[in-house]
């Protein structure tokens, strides 16, 4: 990189600055359907437990890696250890695949954001609207266009700090606002049975794929498991406490998706009528209850574009952080200048984002075990890969590296409080776990072997 690094100033920018790349469609789109998909209340609580135990302990590590070596991903990797360089570049591929899909539901954000600012609210909430809407050839193309072509301008304007300025002010408006959602949610008829679904734990609902995906939800959550943690790492300075900085950062993280949840779990069982299989929606589960609930409330018109105007907002400083992460790969690797790496960059995540789009539609016969297009770049990236980066990670730390070294670096700020938990997470219980996890939910997957 030819620009000097700069760091982040104080000690809350630092906290801000990562909670808002962690911030996004994670929480408030992707956490809610897979709690209601896989059994509500064991969700939450296996990814509570691993919140606190793996991802607390994956951040420290990759913010300690990168505020040691004062790199990003593949750089820092390759100066502690020429043999792990790959896992630095297996690391930076995640954004890319992450990117094209995240920007196809940043433009369905953006349509439901332009209906409800038009009045469209009772269209909005009618059965079948969504389903209708995604299986369109073009539509949602163009809004996928629009959010992704977006993002590439703010990045190449290189106007991002306005933005983030901007989201600094909007993300505790959008946290008042997803309270006081969830709190009118809870009290509609026959929400309260939602309310017991996603604080009650079943264990009879458990299973390995219970764990994986809210271990995949974990990192893609915190943007762990793809080189960004290390990137904002290599920012902080010496003397911001890392440790407490992870709580916190965790802390706003965690609460925000458990909000969402709230929000949306409740809605569905108020809406199907106590039907179940309302909770499978998956993907579109937030843009199927929400507008209903909206639709019920009063002045939801404006709630409801106020809403998905701060999703908006929370989706695309995420996006521009993703695409500015694949632009600086590619700018180290290649050489190429900003311009053309912009438009490089736009050109791929089109190209691949395009079949995801597609794939509720005319491509709507090539799935993968039920899963459609989408889902199957979501899965290989936040179920195959990043599970793979994370335990690389771990084998790296604990073995190699030892995690002495980290703890040191973790310590030149601030007593490190958690360093048993963190060295036994690290070097036995994660990798153990992933791998026990990955294999057999993979078999899964695929139908192999049905656990
Ligand atoms: N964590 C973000 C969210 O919850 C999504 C995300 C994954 C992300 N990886 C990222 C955002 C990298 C910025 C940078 O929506």
């Known amino acids: 990189m030819s620009e000097k690094r700069s760091s982040f100033t104080g000690k809350i920018g630092f906290v801000l600055a990562a909670a808002g790349s962690a911030v996004g469609l994670g929480n408030i789109w992707r956490f809610p359907y897979l709690a209601a998909k896989y059994g509500g209340g064991i969700f939450l609580l296996v990814y509570l437990v691993l919140a606190v135990t793996f991802g607390f302990a994956l951040m420290c ?3 300690a890696i990168g505020r040691k070596t004062g790199q990003s991903a593949i750089g820092a990797f390759r100066s502690l250890d020429k043999r792990f360089s790959f896992v630095g570049v297996l690391a930076s591929i995640v954004p890319a695949m992450i990117l094209p899909y995240y920007s196809v539901i940043g433009g369905w954000v953006s349509k439901y954001l332009a209906v409800f600012a038009t009045g469209g609210i009772h269209e909005a909430a009618a059965d079948g609207y969504f389903e209708g809407f995604i299986s369109k050839p073009v539509e949602p193309i163009g809004w996928f266009l629009l959010f992704i072509g977006l993002t590439a301008l703010i990045v190449l304007l290189g106007v991002e700090k306005g933005i983030e300025k901007v989201s600094k002010v909007m993300m505790p408006v959008l946290v008042v606002l997803t309270l006081i959602i969830a709190v009118y949610a809870m009290f509609m008829p026959g929400a309260l049975e ?34 960004i943690m290390i990137t904002y790492g290599s920012y902080m300075k010496k003397d ?20 969402a949840g709230l929000m949306i779990i409740p809605s569905v069982f108020a809406f199907s009528g106590g039907d179940e299989s309302a909770l499978g929606k998956g993907p579109g589960l937030m843009f199927i209850t929400l507008p209903k609930v ?79 297009i989408l889902d199957m770049f979501d899965f290989a990236s936040n179920s195959i890969l990043m ?44 990798p153990i776990c992933i791998v026990l ?13 049905k656990i």
């Open 61 to 63: 590590a990759e913010i």
């Open 194 to 227: 939602g309310v017991k679904y996603y604080l009650t734990p079943d264990f009879s609902k458990f299973s390995a794929t219970t764990v994986l995906s809210a271990m995949g939800q974990l990192f893609y959550s915190m943007s762990l498991a793809m080189g």
């Open 240 to 259: 911001v406490n890392l440790e407490k900085s992870v709580r916190q950062i965790e802390i706003f993280d965690t609460g925000i998706a458990f909000l």
């Open 294 to 372: 909206f639709e019920s409330m009063k002045g939801g018109t404006f709630i409801g574009a106020l809403f998905f105007l701060l999703v908006l907002f929370a989706a695309l400083t995420s996006s521009i952080s993703l695409m500015e992460t694949v632009v600086s790969i590619v700018r180290d690797k290649f050489g190429w200048e900003r311009k053309r790496t912009c438009l490089g960059v736009l050109i791929f995540s089109i190209v691949l984002g395009l079949p995801s789009s597609l794939g509720f539609g005319v491509l709507g016969n090539i799935t993968l075990n039920g899963m459609s």
């Open 387 to 430: 599970p793979i980066v994370a335990l690389l990670t771990c084998i790296f730390v604990g073995y190699v590296l030892k995690p002495k070294a980290l703890i040191e670096e973790i310590e030149v700020s601030a007593p490190f409080k958690a360093k048993t938990l963190f060295t036994v997470v690290i070097k036995y219980i994660a």
């Open 437 to 449: 996890i990955l294999v057999s939910s993979v078999l899964d997957a695929l139908g192999i072997m």
